[in-house]
């Protein structure tokens, strides 16, 4: 193939993964503004959890939320079973991430997130599933596989990432973020300027 028609099959397959991000952007605006005012309400910590892909993404998600200034730390959901509870207090938030809202990690901890009277925040790919129906707030996407070009588990990292970037950015914009404390939590981008 020369690099013509690599560059053609490139802009097709961008363009499909932001045809998917395009339709979060519509379709969904409104639930993300709610869940990031939900959480930027909450005087509790920040924990982020998810297995697999969805774990992938869980612990991005909580690096962006710690960047932007919003403390949050990851929670492997086995590690929790085996005594990571304890980072866990009342009145924190807990971002529960699936895509298939069915992972049996996920589903088995959150009973034990409740009794350590945390509230729990599902993103999801269905509102139509186990974790969904057991979570306080849902953020679902709603969306299919996706087109042919981007695939499923393609589809699924990007539209569970677009929609916890948008959670973090609404979060960020909710508690003030400024360019000073940009600067205040990056300062090895500064000095390499």
């Known amino acids: 193939m020369g690099q013509r028609e690599g560059g053609l099959a490139a802009r097709g397959r961008l363009r499909a993964a932001a045809a998917v991000v395009a339709r979060l952007a519509e379709e969904r605006a409104a639930e993300v503004e709610a869940v990031a005012g939900v959480l930027a309400a909450s005087a509790g910590r920040l924990l982020v959890t998810g297995v697999g892909k969805s774990g992938t993404v869980a612990r991005g998600i909580a690096e962006l939320f710690a960047a932007t200034g919003t403390p949050a730390y990851f929670l492997h959901p086995t590690e929790a079973l085996h005594g990571d509870l304890g980072r866990v207090a009342p009145g924190d938030e807990v971002i529960a991430v699936s895509w298939s809202g069915a992972t049996a990690e996920v589903l088995r901890v959150l009973p034990h997130l409740r009794r350590r009277r945390a509230r729990v925040t599902g993103l999801v790919g269905s509102s139509r599933s ?47 973020h400024s360019p000073e404390l940009a600067a205040a939590l990056h300062p090895a981008t500064r000095e390499a300027v």
């Open 130 to 176: 186990p974790l969904a129906d057991a979570c306080d707030v849902v953020l679902a996407a709603e969306c299919d596989a996706g087109p042919e070009e981007v695939g499923p588990p393609v589809t699924a990292t990007l539209a569970l990432l677009a929609l916890g970037q948008a959670l973090v950015l609404g979060v960020a914009e909710l508690k003030g």
